[in-house]
């Protein structure tokens, strides 16, 4: 019990006080009832906290609806192996894939979860790990986005997607304010949109697995150095202020180091913070840093930071303030391209006329959405169906969709279950990924940009997408040659930055907020405000799309719930099981020699794009428009995605006489909603 009580005060309590002892006996209770770990529990609360609220603090009643939210959760699971208990019918003899003729697309699923009876009562062969091929399938119903409900293994249903609750339901809104323009009756006569990218593209395409030590630590060497830099001018701070945070003096010094762990294992806490310094500022070594002295703090592996403090004792480095690192300029225009943007987005249909005849200005439009797009039970894409059709309606300038298209953590896709209709693929037997991604991605592309010729569309790949040969991130583009898209599709790389006329957009695939909320260390004054608001800053701070490093561990991720580690059952075309193999998720796939890629240039994008599986959101934070538009689709149903709705910048006559370069301030003339699909 001592052993759980340290712990316990470890990861609940505060870094300075341990916790009630009520509190305290009632986390023990729970660890007793259930059996679990402390780290397990903490786990739960944190999950718990993100599901009530940011304001949410450990007191004892909080402890006690936790408790309470943990035992209705177990009462359910039980209730629903009951009724699996009751429902299912057992056949003596039979294989592992009896029963599934009638519904083969759904089979898939069989043993992949431990739990499966199948599982359990299934004969083993030696292992045979070809690669199995794709099937057609026998019937385009299942697959319909209107078909019917879609059977589990447990004996629940999940209703079809055609009768799917809140569809077009706005769940968020920044900049209530701004009114939503009318769809046109006619689409845009000529493109509305120019579009450039900011990043030097043909550097990503460098050699994956190719990475050295030497170059890693350089790049993490330079990034160091060059804060510091920035952390003198914007200071003005002279040479002597900053000194070696390993060296024992009395003297208080400025150090800047990156945030790191006293452990490979393990989340990051107060007790193991170490700071670590380059090779020229503190021949690269880790000092334990002590931050019971700073008022607020949060931290997390990777974050460069600058503090102010002394290592009197020559063992530990106590810090007493924490230095504020310059952000980069907001990006800003000349009044003459700003003139230029508004009279682009006057080139409009006949029908957008104002009362004197003259071209109507109307607002940028912009859908953005995130992969992936089929859930988890079924590979339908029945949710970038209905994304399109919403596009066909409201006639965007810009679709913005990120990756995962085909996601390699998606059942089907590990199993090489792929059901195409006969049409759709020349030689089924000789059906590969690529097909799968021209059927359900292509296709439908081509249809919208049939009907929106001048809509422009933005993919960008995901180190989840099977179908791209560049797995590290920093990514390089698909080669859009293999996929048939259309023309006024256009692949950029991940991360990027571009020019949407005036506008510039940062994006990335990678889920990086998620990683922030896995392992960043804060006090309980920083816990008390908005976590996406926090995280969201930290991006700007840090001037990067993945300040992360190391990043969140594979084997980190929860199982099958969260699209994590799960066990998948290898069939032979019998049907009877061969033999178990245990995936592990992509995470994030970094190639730390190429980290710089990952950087922001020379000024804060207007609109930063940070895609999560977390709760989806549209911030402004330190002038940048930050938005988590989620998933189209998750596990089991739909998701949401974000329309952007630009007004034109206001220029006046004054700014004109003048000729300085303004600011874009976007985040002033830009509304944002999160739709459900």
Known sequence: MDDNTADLNELFGSPNAELPPDVLGELQSLLRLHSIAPQELFYKWESYS??????????????????????????????????????????????????????????????????????????????????????????????????????????????????????????????????????????????????????????????????????????????????????????????????????????????????????????????????????????????????????????????????RGQNASGTFFQATEILELPLLPPAASTPAELDMHVARLQHTGDDDMDMDGASATRPLGVIIASGPYTPGHVLDFAALHALLESATASCPDVLILNGPFIDIEHPSVINGDFDLPAHAIPNPDKATIRDVFRHYISAPLNQLAAQLPNTTIILQPSVRDAIAKHVSFPQDRLKRQEFGLPRQATIVTNPVTLSVNEAVVGLASLDVLDMLRREECVSDKARASNAMARWGAALVAQRSFCPVFPPTAREAYPRLEAGGREAVTVEAEDGVVEGRVEFLPVGAVLDTSFLKLAEWLTVRPDVLVTPSALTPFAKVINSVLVVNPGTLSKRKGPGTYARLTVLPAAVTDEDRAKGEILAHRLFERARVDIVHI
Do not use: C, W
């Open 50 to 307: 993100i599901k009530m609220g940011p304001e949410t603090t450990l007191t004892l009643k909080t402890v006690r609806d936790f408790k309470k939210d943990i035992q209705d959760a177990l009462e359910r699971e039980n209730r629903g192996k009951a009724a699996h208990g009751r429902n299912e019918k057992r056949n003596v003899g039979s294989t592992p894939r009896a029963g599934a003729g009638n519904s083969d697309v759904f089979g898939m699923l069989d043993g992949l979860v431990p739990s499966t009876p199948g599982a359990r009562n299934a004969p083993k062969r030696k292992s045979n790990f070809d690669t199995p091929t794709s099937k057609v399938a026998k019937s385009q119903a299942q697959s319909s986005p209107a078909g019917p409900s879609t059977p589990l293994q447990n004996g629940a249903t999940i209703a079809s997607f055609a009768d799917r609750p809140n569809a077009g339901r706005i769940m968020e809104t920044l900049n209530e304010h701004i009114p939503l323009p009318e769809p046109p009756s006619d689409p845009p006569s000529e493109s509305r949109v120019k579009l450039k990218a900011n990043t030097e593209l043909a550097k990503f395409a460098y050699k994956t697995m190719a990475m050295k030590l030497s170059e890693a630590s350089e790049i993490l060497d330079d990034r160091i150095d060059e804060f510091l830099q920035l952390t003198q001018e914007y200071h003005k701070l002279e040479d002597s202020a900053f000194g070696n945070p390993a060296s024992q003096s009395t003297s208080e010094i400025i150090a800047v180091g990156r945030i790191a762990s006293d452990s490979n294992e393990g989340r990051l806490n107060a007790a193991s913070l170490v700071l670590e310094t380059s090779r020229r500022t503190g021949a690269g070594l880790r000092i334990p840093l002590r931050v019971d002295k700073l008022p607020t703090y949060s931290f997390f592996p990777g974050q460069v930071v600058a503090l």
